[in-house]
């Protein structure tokens, strides 16, 4: 499995910017395709987003597309999570997670394709 520690969740206003990330360590990075995902007060957690263990492959959840970008740097063994023109319905706790995958270029966008999970960072976005 992969280790995963996910940072950068803070306190912004409403229309700012904020970059996670998440390291991973375990020589399994490199084989894992990776997701975000989160859980809002009183939510169930959902997709965020998720891309290939190549980078070449995305995925958006439709309430986040256009303003979040996620991307994976293999030197830094490394996903980031930026988000910009944040909204407080951006409120959440923000999960990383990985998953060893056979395909280069395939994403997994379901909670339960994920084995491996970091414990989470708080976004708060004030109105």
């Known amino acids: 499995q992969v280790q995963l520690v996910e940072s950068g969740g803070g306190l912004v206003q409403a229309g700012g910017s904020l970059r996670l990330s998440c390291a991973a360590s375990?020589?399994?990075?490199?084989?894992?395709?990776m997701g975000w995902f989160r859980q809002g007060p009183g939510k169930e957690r959902e997709t965020v987003a998720a891309i290939s263990r190549n980078g070449g492959s995305t995925y958006y959840t439709d309430s986040v597309k256009g303003r979040f970008t996620i991307s994976r740097d293999t030197a830094k063994n490394t996903v980031y999570l930026q988000m910009n023109s944040l909204k407080p319905e951006d409120t959440a706790v923000y999960y990383c997670?990985?998953?060893?995958?056979?395909?280069?270029?395939?994403?997994?966008?379901?909670?339960?394709?994920?084995?491996?999970w970091g414990q989470g960072t708080q976004v708060t976005v004030s109105s």
């Open positions: 997670a990985a998953r060893i995958s056979p395909s280069l270029g395939r994403y997994y966008v379901k909670e339960s394709d994920y084995d491996s």
């Open positions: 375990g020589r399994t990075y490199s084989n894992s395709a």
